[in-house]
Antibody, heavy 119, light 113 residues
């Protein structure tokens, strides 16, 4: 059974870059599936940030595309998220999630990690 | 982007009674070539990630109790909890995965009356 676990700094300063990792266990990210980042501001709804296919192909939400990079380290079975030039509006719980394709739902989620943007 | 709008924003239902949540898409999420609705429902309990309940608008994920059912087609969808249990208290989200970016409804909070 696949398990996902996000980690990274809980506090990031405005204008800096947010960096998170998602450790995947129970499934090799090289075997297929899409690996997604989704965020949820406190008390608010869900926003898809982007996804990465095991081949390295990436898809990003146009609203964030200029600031987002998603990558993979297959040797560590890990997915990474970088979001540059953050503001308070980027404060959210960040989830990694798996989906079979870009046109399927998210079938497995990590527990999420809260990132606060504040000086 | 396809805008997903849920109604109501919240509802309170007595234990054992039916709860109904609606979701409307700003454009169709029915793919004509395979007649599938690219619509899912998630349950999110406090402090937990969302959990997939229903996909293709009406197919229950493995292990999901059969009191949860999904219906609808095109732009209008419904999630029904036939007999509300205490453990069903949560926020429910619909999501379209017909086009990128996949978008979610704003959520419906279900409470016990």
């Amino acid at each position: 059974q696949v398990q996902l676990q996000e980690s990274g700094p809980g506090l990031v300063k405005p204008s800096e870059t947010l960096s998170l990792t998602c450790d995947v266990s129970g499934f090799s990210i090289s075997s297929g599936y899409f690996w997604n980042w989704i965020r949820q501001p406190p008390g608010k709804g869900l926003e898809w940030i982007g996804s990465l296919y095991h081949s390295g192909t990436t898809y990003y939400n146009p609203s964030l595309k200029s600031r987002v990079t998603i990558s993979a380290d297959t040797s560590k079975n890990q997915i990474s998220l970088r979001l540059s030039s953050v503001t308070a509006a980027d404060t959210a719980v960040y989830y990694c999630a798996r989906s079979p394709s870009t046109v399927t739902p998210f079938d497995s989620w990590g527990q999420g990690t809260l990132v606060t943007v504040s000086s | 982007d396809i805008v997903m709008t849920q109604s109501p924003d919240s509802l309170a239902v007595s234990l054992g009674e039916r709860a109904t949540i609606n979701c409307k898409a700003s454009q169709t999420v029915l793919y004509g070539s395979n007649n599938k609705n690219y619509l899912g429902w998630y349950q999110q309990k406090p402090g937990q990630p969302p959990k997939l309940l229903i996909y293709w608008a009406s197919t229950r994920e493995s292990g999901v109790p059969d009191r949860f059912s999904g219906s609808g087609s095109g732009t209008d969808f419904t999630l029904t909890i036939s007999s509300l249990q205490a453990e069903d208290v949560a926020v429910y989200y619909c999501q379209q995965y017909y086009s990128t970016p996949g978008t979610f409804g704003q959520g419906t909070k279900v409470e016990i009356k």
